[in-house]
C-alpha cells in the first residue's frame, strides 16, 4: 500500500520536508507522493508522517491494486507481475 495526497491539498509543503524516503514531490499539477517509492514509513515510525503532519487531512492511505493507470496503460502494474504470482 501507500499514501495518496487529496485534491484538497492546499500544497504547504510539510509532506515533502518530513518523507523519510523522499516519494513526495511538488510537481507543476500540484503534490504527489510516487506510489512505489513509499512505503508508509515502515522501518521509520509507527505510522505515516505524512497524514500525521498534514494540516488539511489531505493524505490517505490507499490499496496498490486501486492505482491508477501508468502512462495509459491499463493494468501495466498487474501484467508485469502476473508471471511472478504463479
Given at each position: 500500500m501507500a499514501c495518496r495526497i487529496e485534491p484538497h491539498c492546499n500544497a504547504c509543503g510539510l509532506?515533502?520536508?518530513?518523507?523519510?524516503?523522499?516519494?513526495?514531490?511538488?510537481?507543476?499539477?500540484?503534490?504527489?507522493?510516487?506510489?512505489?517509492?513509499?512505503?508508509?514509513?515502515?522501518?521509520y515510525a509507527e505510522a505515516p508522517v505524512c497524514i500525521e503532519v498534514c494540516p488539511c487531512h489531505a493524505i490517505s492511505v490507499m490499496d496498490m491494486l486501486t492505482l491508477p493507470p501508468v502512462g495509459g496503460q491499463t493494468g501495466a502494474i498487474q501484467g508485469a507481475t502476473k508471471g511472478l504470482m504463479q
Open positions: 509532506c515533502i520536508a518530513i518523507c523519510p524516503v523522499w516519494a513526495i514531490a511538488e510537481l507543476p499539477a500540484g503534490v504527489r507522493i510516487e506510489p512505489l517509492l513509499c512505503t508508509e514509513c515502515l522501518g
